[in-house]
């Protein structure tokens, strides 16, 4: 599945690449269907297929039935299992790591716990660990690694992270030397946006804003299937919008952003200062007292949703944070969203408040895959 010089040969597989992207997101389709789909003639689209079928990438599900006379279409489908990619995911004192198949299932994973305090000792042991990755699983496509801070995904370089104490590292020269495989370098929230689109179904030509709280609260806006990460690598940091002037000081250095509100320590902060030991979790105990916190947050959520929508205006905004088990939280965000926001804006703008959190491994190794189809020039 390598071009094997230019002209012809990279048209080949540039459109072969394009038909198993298709394949990826249908699941199940046709020749003639993707072929349509893609503008491609029949015939081009049958050699792929069929290529495809010789590799053992894909499967044929029989014939479709149909009312209409002629040829009917066959039904195929990609043999996800069949191609792999893994997602490894750096945190404070954690590596997380899953082997996903083409279809973003998980495979295989595990977590491991480590002293992230130093870039050069943790970059070898990561190093380490995506060898034995790829010695147990060598048709990998190729690694996506995750970490929390300001990235710069084309040179594999960290500027800053808070969480790991660390800045202006190089993380991609070290494990080239290691790692054989195609590896690419993400922010971690940056790989979950990517995760949410496919998982919401969203429709890939419009822009989606993907907002997660967790420890931080960190956003990312995907347009046209690729995360805009801004000049300064910071494009996203919905975290530090300002929502309550003269409020809690944030980590940051400020006051009133939404992250010192919002996170979960700034809710796991007010409970405790309400009534000790309280937390969420049991609001059975004290279900006034969680009620009035979690549409307080909501509140202060609604008022930073409300400008993402002004100034974006995505398609969607993708809410992933353990507080949406609140139908109390929900119904606040959903209420001064809509009374902050023009109404058509609000009317055009969907809110999607995720039952089950994503994992940015999962993200990561849907991002190699992306990387995988893209178009080679």
């Not at 080949?12 to 046709?30: F, I, Y």
């Not at 804003?209 to 690729?226: N, Q």
């Not at 975290?239 to 003269?246: D, E, R």
């Not at 023009?342 to 940015?360: A, D, I, W």
Request: aromatic share 6%; proline share 5%; net charge positive.
């Amino acid at each position: 599945m390598k071009a094997i010089g230019k002209g012809p040969a990279l048209l080949r597989l540039n459109n072969q690449k394009r038909v198993m992207a298709q394949l990826r997101k249908l699941r199940v389709t046709s020749r003639q269907d993707i072929a349509q789909r893609l503008s491609l003639s029949k015939n081009t689209v049958s050699l792929i297929i069929d290529d495809l079928l010789e590799h053992d990438f894909i499967e044929e599900l029989g014939p479709v039935s149909a009312a209409t006379a002629g040829r009917p279409k066959i039904e195929i489908t990609l043999r996800p299992e069949k191609l792999k990619s893994a997602g490894v995911v750096v945190e404070r004192n954690r590596i997380h790591w899953r082997v996903c198949d083409y279809f973003s299932q998980v495979i295989a994973e595990e977590t491991l716990h480590t002293d992230t305090h130093h870039p050069t000792p943790l970059l070898a042991e990561l190093a380490m660990v995506c060898r034995e990755i790829n010695n147990k699983y060598p048709d990998l496509l190729g690694i996506g690694l995750g970490f929390p801070g300001i990235i710069d995904p084309q040179r594999g370089w960290m500027h800053l992270s808070c969480r790991l104490g660390w800045q202006e590292v190089d993380l991609l020269t070290s494990l080239r030397k290691h790692v054989r495989l195609p590896i690419r370098v993400m922010n971690n929230i940056n790989a979950a946006a990517l995760l949410s689109v496919q998982q919401l179904r969203l429709v890939a030509e419009s822009s989606h804003f993907y907002l997660r709280i967790s420890e931080s609260i960190e956003g990312a806006l995907v347009r046209h299937g690729e995360v805009l990460i801004g000049n300064s690598w910071t494009a996203g940091e919905a975290g530090h919008l300002t929502v309550q002037p003269n409020g809690p000081r944030c980590s940051c250095g400020r006051q009133g952003c939404l992250e010192a509100l919002v996170s979960q320590p700034a809710i796991k902060q007010q409970l405790a200062q309400r009534q000790p030991g309280l937390s969420w979790q049991n609001r059975d105990s004290a279900p006034r007292i969680v009620n009035e916190v979690m549409v307080q947050a909501g509140n202060f959520l609604g008022k930073v949703l409300s400008q993402i929508m002004l100034l974006l205006n995505p398609a969607s905004i993708v809410i992933d944070c353990p507080w949406s088990a609140h139908a109390g939280f929900c119904e606040a965000v959903r209420s001064v969203t809509e009374s902050d926001t023009l109404t058509f804006t609000y009317q055009h703008t969907q809110l999607h408040f995720l039952s089950v959190r994503l994992n940015p491994a999962n993200g990561l190794a849907l991002a190699v895959i992306e990387q995988f189809e893209q178009r080679i020039s």
